[in-house]
């Protein structure tokens, strides 16, 4: 969950350092994808849920075996809970989760003919999707430019001075509203990952962020003794 605390810029960037910022991030990685593993809107929903504090690594772990026995509500369905529980169980919160995952799959089933709904309140209807996970599956199912704040993006947003918030939703409208309408579809990607490999939470590694020339955090780090001067590369921005 993010936290009010994350250190914040009082300093914005200007309309045309946020467009640098998201010029760069453009050309470091032109299509950035997510990296939960799910082969359609339906499993993308299920580990979306099941990423609820967890990594995204560990949450592939489980699901590859998941996936191959229920892609659908129906399957997930006849699955039952204590088969899915088990099937999760390497994953935080596994018990509350697999419960979520069979009662949503369950009302898909019955409210909406076995399909994901493209719509935010239905989606946030379901159990164990909030705000968050329902931006994720309306962005990468169906090409929203919603912008999902985690972590990750709650901590850049108020490093760099894009967007300061307290709260994830005061972020994500700030971001909704300062980001350029053609970078807005990918910007939650370009922000994820630049939180999980380069603004890291403990030490953010400015020596070697691509937008750091715009970005209002200080003092910037400094490069280690052993850096090799290389910047960061196309997944990792
Ligand atoms: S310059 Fe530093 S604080 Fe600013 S975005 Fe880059 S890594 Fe984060």
Known sequence: MAKASAKRSTKRPSKADVEAIFAAFQ????????ELIAPNAYTLLVAVVLSAQATDAGVNKATPALFKLADTPEK??????????DLVKTIGLYRNKA??????????????????????????????????TANVVLNMAFGHSTMAVDTHVFRVSNRTGLAPGETPL?????LLKVIPQQYLFHAHHWLILHGRYVCLARKPECYRCVIAEWC????????PKDWDGAPAGRVAM
Do not use: W
């Open 27 to 34: 050309k470091a990685n032109p299509e950035p994808k997510g």
């Open 76 to 85: 997930m369905v006849k699955l039952g809970v204590e088969k899915i529980t």
């Open 216 to 223: 209002r955090f200080e003092p910037k780090t400094p490069p």
């Open 170 to 174: 005061e972020v994500e409208l700030k």
């Open 99 to 132: 419960k979520n995952v069979f009662a949503l799959s369950q009302i898909l089933v019955e409210k909406f003919n076995g399909q994901v709904p493209a719509d935010r309140e239905a989606l946030e209807s379901l159990p164990g999707v909030g705000r968050k």
